[in-house]
């Protein structure tokens, strides 16, 4: 039975073949044009290289290539048929490989195989092309992730009768800027409540949209805190346990804008998804202190301060390393007394963070639990306590602690107590500091940290690894997280790792700076999923190349809204078809937050009935991207949703 299909589909070929006038080989077209998740598309090999080899039958001819994969072919209309045999590798080599394959000609499918296995024979593909003249191959990771998912080609070939298909680049699709600018008068933005404990210092900048100047007042503000009127930034110290209701207003000569405010003064911290920028993606091992100070300035001048972003945070290689290629990296990693050393591009510790703080912002930090950092700089290992207080004395509002080298410690014991203890060693010593310091868990998912996170002192933790490596996966990252959403609640956040948009440094290679590769829906969407999920919102991307597109993304003040909501819910994932999905997020307010996906190549209709959100009667819908009123729906939305695109609507019942 084993070599029955092969049989059949090598019979149907010949035939075929000799109804058409020419046979054009798939690995003959140019295979640069072929996008997937690893390595490098192979002529007549599988991606390891070896021959193709699918249910132990060997094939000469073919392409081999890794989910996710997709090629576009320009076939002019002058193909009659595309016949292969398709399936997984013999060298994948695990039965993690799983992989599906669709076949669309002009945006329709035409064939698409079963899910395919380790072992199992390949499938004959047979599709009739005639009148076609654009014709899509696409490989999926059958939703489980793109591991050991060796695809073949098999004997893949077209029978042609007129011009010769070739392979192109993705259609190319414009860029629409969809959110409008804001307008001269002032809107207050960014959440509506805020954390932080008694006695320590307090600083938040209120965040607002609108031509300056503009004037700022506070009514109730508790004793303690001093407004900025001009700058709307609040200093002092935080006020004694307990709610306090505040009433924040900005005027300016266009008109006013108020919100009422809670400062929950206690133990809780980041009881919204932190929100700023980290300098891992662009810079990498180059950072500066001068980087960090050109952030802060850009975070206010662009306007992202406005929406509310706020932390400006140095990731790794701001320490002293035992080597590396830059000297001025290079030195002893503690002093006499046991203090860390910051490198040379880094002089002046206190004074960066007091830089970033007298533009209301806030200043992270990054180290590591083990001997050395990610990168080979110095670590915290031994040295939990102290380090933690220098942190504090430096200035520093947030943490970042990377797992890194702490396997050499453990001798890569991965249960759940020794997994928790460096993370809960360290918050211990964060909470004693006089000062808030928010503590990011970067752990890259371990032992389900989502479930212990908070115990440890944790606010936000990473939920799976870095999502530099897979920007053409933010849809089933962003599902994979969403499977967390039980665990997020103020003060706790599932982290799927950064907003990697605009010009970022290239996580493949070496970090050369480069465009991002997803298109402007692709953009929207990953920024829509983000937000639906109430993931922390950290750009990390070249703060000085922030382009238009860049920041209509980044700064929609609305779609920030439903991340900053106050009830701290993630959206719940509904299916709605093989390749689309919905997401629906309760808000503090009573309505939902509802985004339509579309993971497919072609556009796709999507819609969602009232009744399966758990609403009844007539709704409101908003269109958050373009900030315009859609309209009174009975019982249902739907919206063409583009290729790689999202949605994003908000639904409040209609009166």
């Known amino acids: 039975m084993k070599q029955l299909w092969w049989w059949i589909g090598w019979v149907g070929m010949c035939v075929a073949a000799a109804q058409a006038g020419e046979v054009v080989w798939l690995s003959t077209l140019d295979l640069t044009k072929m996008r997937q998740g690893w390595g490098q598309p192979q002529v007549d090999r599988a991606i390891r290289e070896g021959p193709l080899s699918v249910g ?3 094939f000469d001819r073919g392409v081999g290539t890794h989910a996710k994969s997709v090629l576009w072919v320009d076939l002019e209309g002058g193909t009659e048929r595309f016949l292969a045999q398709f399936g997984v590798d013999d060298a994948a080599g695990n039965p993690k490989a799983s992989i599906t394959a669709q076949v669309l000609g002009d945006g329709r499918v035409l064939w698409r195989s079963p899910v395919m296995r380790p072992g199992q024979p390949a499938v004959p593909v ?11 191959l696409l490989v999926g990771d059958a939703g489980d992730g793109i591991e050991y998912d ?9 029978l042609v009768s007129g011009a010769a298909p070739r392979a192109v680049d993705p259609p190319a699709e414009e860029v629409v800027l969809l959110t409008p600018p804001p307008g001269p008068a002032p809107r207050i933005n960014g959440a509506r409540v805020y954390g932080c404990r008694p006695g320590n210092p307090f600083l938040y900048r209120i965040p607002a949209t609108g031509k300056r100047p503009m004037q700022f007042s506070a009514g109730g503000l508790p004793k303690g805190l001093q407004l900025d009127p001009e700058t709307g ?12 209701r505040v009433t924040i207003e900005a005027a300016n000569a266009w ?8 400062i929950v003064s206690g133990e809780l911290l980041a009881l919204t998804p932190p929100m700023g920028w980290n300098h891992w993606y662009m810079h990498y091992d180059r950072v500066t202190d001068a980087m960090l100070r050109d952030a802060a300035d850009v975070m206010v001048a662009s306007g992202m301060a406005d929406v509310g972003y706020a932390y400006v945070n140095i990731d790794d290689c701001w320490m002293n390393a035992p080597k590396q290629s830059d000297p001025l990296r290079v030195g002893p990693l503690r002093d006499d007394r046991g203090n860390l050393i910051p490198n040379r591009h880094f002089p002046d510790m206190k004074a960066l963070t007091d830089y970033i703080h007298a533009r209301g912002l806030k200043a992270g930090i990054y180290t590591s639990p083990g001997p050395l950092t990610c990168a080979g700089f110095a670590g915290s290992h031994g040295h939990e306590a102290q380090d933690a207080r220098q942190f504090a004395e430096w200035g520093f509002d947030f943490l970042k602690y990377d797992w890194c080298s702490y396997d050499r410690v453990v001798k890569g014991d991965h249960s759940v107590p020794t997994l928790q203890m460096p993370y809960r060693q360290m918050g211990e010593q964060l909470r004693q500091q006089p000062r808030d310091i928010v503590f990011n868990l970067c752990q890259y998912g371990m032992g389900n940290v989502w479930e212990w996170g908070a115990a440890v002192g944790g606010h936000c933790w990473r939920t799976a690894g870095d999502l530099g490596f897979e920007l053409d996966r933010i849809f089933e990252v962003a599902l994979k997280n969403a499977e967390h959403r039980a665990f997020s609640r103020p003060g706790s956040w599932n982290d799927p790792d950064y907003i990697q948009i605009g010009r970022i440094g290239n996580a493949r290679g070496s970090g050369e700076p480069m465009a991002c590769p997803l298109s402007a829906p692709e953009q929207y969407a990953f920024m829509s999923l983000w937000c639906l999920m109430a993931a922390p919102l950290v750009y990390s991307g070249d703060m000085n190349h922030l382009d238009a597109l860049t920041l209509n993304v980044l700064c929609n003040a609305e779609v920030i809204e439903v991340d900053q909501d106050a009830l701290g819910e993630s959206a719940e994932v509904l299916p709605a078809g093989e390749e689309t999905f919905v997401m629906v997020k309760r808000l503090e307010d009573g309505s939902r937050a509802v985004g339509l996906f579309n993971r497919s190549e072609v556009e796709q209709l999507v819609s969602v009935r009232w009744a399966d959100l758990g609403l009844k009667g007539p709704q409101r819908v908003r269109d958050l991207w373009r900030q315009q009123e859609l309209g009174r729906f009975a019982s249902e939305y739907g919206a063409r949703v583009p290729r790689h695109g999202g949605v994003l609507v908000r639904v409040w019942r209609s009166r």
């Open 255 to 262: 008109g006013k804008d108020r919100i009422r405010f809670r």
């Open 56 to 58: 132990g039958h060997r």
């Open 126 to 136: 047979d599709v009739v092309l005639r009148g076609v003249r654009m014709l899509t």
């Open 233 to 244: 930034i609040l200093t002092g110290v935080a006020p004694a346990r307990g709610e306090h």
């Open 150 to 158: 060796h695809a073949d080609w098999a004997e893949a070939r077209f």
